[in-house]
C-alpha cells in the first residue's frame, strides 16, 4: 500500500456538493483508497448513481440527500457520519454556484443565492463538523474555494466576494484550530470542466472547447492536501490548467 493509500485508509471523509464534478471525483478518489465517504448533495438520483459506482468497486459510501445550505442538513450529515462510522476525519467543504454577471446587472436574491451557496453552506458544515474533531483532537478541514478567491475578476464581483470570503474564513481558523490538531486549508482551482454555472455565465459549447481541467485533476489536488504528513499542512494551493495564464 502507498503512503498515500495508507494516510487515508479507514478514515471517514465527508464530501459536499458530491453529485457532480469535482465531488464527485474527490468521493471515488477517496473511496478508491480505503476511505470510509459520506456524500451529501441535493439531488438524490445523482447521489444513488455516485453509491452505486463506488460500491460497484467495493468502495464504502454513504449518502445523505440534503441542502447544504440549511442547518438540519449539516447536522444529519455529520451525525451519520460519527455514528456510522465513529469518527469524522476530514470534510471537504465542496458545495457551491456560480453566476457571472456585471454588478448592475446582479439582483439582490442572486447576491443572497451566491453567498448562500458558497459561504454559508461552508460555515454550516464547518461549524459542526469542528466540536467533533476538537474532541478527537485531530482533524482536517478543507475549502474548495477558486482562483476567483484571490484575484478579482470583471463580471464576477459577487462570485469573487463569497471566494474570497472563503480564503479568509479558512485563514482565520487555521490559527483558530491548530491548537487542536486540526488542518484547514483551501483548493483555489483554475477552470474546469464540470456543470458548474451553465447557463449562468457558461455554456457546454464553451467548456467543451477550452482548456479547463478535469474534475479528477482537482480531486488529485485535494486527496493530496489531505494526505501530507502529521506535521505539515497546506494551507492554501492553487491549481490551473496549462492554458491558463497566471495572475
Not at 447536522?75 to 454588478?103: M, P, S, V
Not at 483548493?187 to 479528477?216: D, N, Q, W, Y
Request: glycine fraction near 10%; charged fraction near 20%; hydrophobic fraction near 45%.
Amino acid at each position: 500500500m502507498s503512503r498515500v493509500a495508507e494516510t487515508v485508509s479507514g478514515k471517514t471523509v465527508l464530501v459536499t456538493g458530491a453529485s457532480a464534478g469535482i465531488g464527485w471525483a474527490a468521493c471515488v478518489a477517496f473511496a478508491r483508497l480505503g476511505a470510509k465517504v459520506v456524500a451529501t448533495a441535493r439531488r438524490e438520483d445523482k447521489l444513488q448513481a455516485l453509491r452505486d459506482y463506488i460500491r460497484a468497486e467495493s468502495g464504502s459510501v454513504f449518502c445523505c440527500t440534503g441542502d447544504a445550505t440549511q442547518e438540519d442538513t449539516a447536522k444529519q450529515c455529520i451525525l451519520e457520519a460519527t455514528e456510522r462510522f465513529g469518527c469524522l476525519d476530514i470534510l471537504i467543504n465542496n458545495a457551491g454556484a456560480g453566476n457571472y454577471k456585471n454588478l448592475v446587472d446582479t439582483s439582490a436574491e442572486e447576491y443572497d443565492a451566491l453567498m448562500n451557496a458558497n459561504m454559508r453552506s461552508s460555515f454550516l458544515f464547518t461549524r459542526h463538523a469542528v466540536p467533533v474533531m476538537i474532541q478527537q483532537k485531530a482533524g482536517q478541514v478543507l475549502f474548495v474555494s477558486s482562483v476567483a478567491g484571490l484575484a478579482g475578476y470583471a463580471g464576477e464581483a459577487v462570485y469573487c466576494a463569497t471566494k474570497f470570503a472563503q480564503v479568509g474564513f479558512a485563514q482565520a481558523l487555521d490559527a483558530e484550530l491548530r491548537k487542536h490538531g486540526i488542518k484547514v486549508g483551501t483548493i483555489c482551482p483554475g477552470g474546469v470542466k464540470t456543470e458548474f454555472a451553465l447557463g449562468k455565465g457558461r455554456t457546454e459549447e464553451s467548456i467543451r472547447a477550452s482548456h479547463m481541467m478535469e474534475a479528477e485533476e482537482v480531486a488529485d489536488a485535494i486527496v493530496f492536501a489531505c494526505t501530507q504528513p502529521a506535521n505539515a499542512r497546506i494551507l492554501q494551493m492553487t491549481v490551473r490548467h496549462m492554458g491558463e495564464p497566471g495572475r
